[in-house]
Structures are given as structure tokens and as C-alpha cells.
């Protein structure tokens, strides 16, 4: 046997092994794409998985073909920018369609070879992209748009009745501001004309949002607030707010108000402030 019948064999064999691993990530790209196109969203995207399937079992009829398996099965002729859909390159010893046989050099085997495998490789590396890119693209669809076109609308046929009528939801608001004060009530006991007597209330803000507050006026214009107006009280945090009662201004031997104290943020979160005093 001569050395030159022994590379033969051994180019043949790895040629071999070489179309086998391309048919083997041929068939792994197809069998992905057939799970994609059985869960497409849109049928064009499915139509789209069919198409790129279609064109690699083009491409595996031609990797037989390649191999001496059998003749490639006659198929319409695909778009030029298709994967997978140019025609391979005939190796030494083949028949061509039209031309006939021809002969190479000795080296223009592996040549023509490393060319096929080469362009078998850039169409799948094709394949793969154009696979990637449909799938980011249908994952990219809201859930309300792959709803409407995977999901038929229906339509009720039972009868409406007389007279019912649907209420309408209102959303919850956002975010509601909560307020308490503590104690709600404080008696400042006796307090001789002409002096003052001072107490303290805290303030904790309940809620899920910052508050700044606001205390009404008094009816007798004799107490006076110490708290900061402009200071934002965040969520489970509190302020102290002083009341002092000024007896030199009281108009009315006895004081029972209610004061109210509003958060700016939302007026209906509001809280009352009780003072109770004797003057003398």
C-alpha cells in the first residue's frame, strides 16, 4: 500500500468526523427552533422558526450529498441571502449537475474540503444569530400584546340583567399620610392671671411618606405652639410641639379647646391637640 492511498484515507476520515460534528450542531440548532416555533407567541414569529428550519434540513441534505450518501432531494431554489442555502463545493471524484467531472491537483481536496466546512460554519454561526435575535425580539413583548395574540377574545352571550348597575372601581391612593398625638388631652390644672404654664405633645407620623404639620389657632388667642412648620417629619418619626397658655390674655376663667394639627401633605390626615385650664 502507498504512503500517498494512507493520507488519502486519513484526510477522508477527518473530513469525515468534521461534517459529522456540522450535522450534529445542525441538528441541535433545529431541534431548538422547533421548541421555539411550538412556543411562539405570533404566528409569524412560528413562520419565521418553520423558514430557518426549512433551510438547515436544506443544508443537511446537502452535508449527505457531500458525503456520497445520496443525491440531494430537488427543492425550489432559495432567496441568496438564505442560510444554509448555498450550494456547497464539489469534491474530487464527484459529479457535478451539469459539467460533468474534473480534475484537481493532489492538494485541491483539502482545499475545496477546508472551503466547505468553512462555509457550513458561517451559515450556522448565521443560524444562530438570526434564532437569537427573534427570540430576544418575541421575549420583548409586554405580556398585554402576546395575550392578545395568542389568546382569541370571547364574547359573552349571557343576558344582562334589568336594572343592575356595575360599580366603578376607584383606585387606592398611593400613599395616605396617618397621624397621632400623644396625650390627646392635657389638663394644666389652676394658673394664677398673669402667668404661664407650659406643656408638651408629640407628634408621630404613622404613614409611609414625610409630613410637615400645621396647628390651628386657638378660640381664645392665649396659647402659643413652639414646633418646627417647616421641618419634614419622616415615616415612624415624631415632633414635639409645645403649648404654652398665656392666662394674662385669656378672656374666659376656664380653657377647654381642641386644637386641630393638619398634615400639609394630604388635609384629610388630621389629629387634635386637647388643653384644659383654670385661671384665677
Known sequence: MSEDFGTVNVRASARSREIEMIRQHYRAHRDTLGRLAAEAPTEHLAAEYNRLIADIDTSLRKLDELEGR???????????????????????????PSVGRYETSPGAGASS?????????????????????????????????????TQPMTTSTAPLETGTITPAVTPAPAAAASIRVTPALQDYGIIRRGTRAVRQFE??????????????????????????????????????????????????????????????EDPTATATIGVRATIK
Open 203 to 264: 407628634l408621630t407620623n404613622n404613614s409611609t411618606i414625610p409630613i410637615t404639620i400645621a396647628v390651628a389657632r386657638s378660640a381664645c388667642r392665649c396659647l402659643y405652639y413652639e414646633y418646627n412648620a417647616k421641618k419634614k417629619i419622616q415615616p415612624n418619626a415624631y415632633e414635639t410641639i409645645t403649648v404654652t397658655v398665656d392666662a394674662a390674655r385669656a378672656k374666659s376663667p376656664a380653657i377647654d379647646e381642641q386644637l386641630a394639627v393638619t398634615a400639609k
Open 70 to 96: 445520496g443525491p440531494a432531494t430537488p427543492a425550489a431554489a432559495p432567496l441568496p441571502s438564505s442560510p444554509g442555502s448555498r450550494p456547497l463545493v464539489m469534491t474530487p471524484g464527484e459529479p457535478a
Open 113 to 149: 474540503s477546508s472551503r466547505a466546512i468553512l462555509i457550513v460554519l458561517i451559515g450556522l454561526v448565521v443560524l444562530g444569530a438570526l434564532a437569537w435575535l427573534i427570540w430576544r425580539a418575541s421575549s420583548r413583548l409586554p405580556p398585554s400584546a402576546q395575550r392578545t395574540t
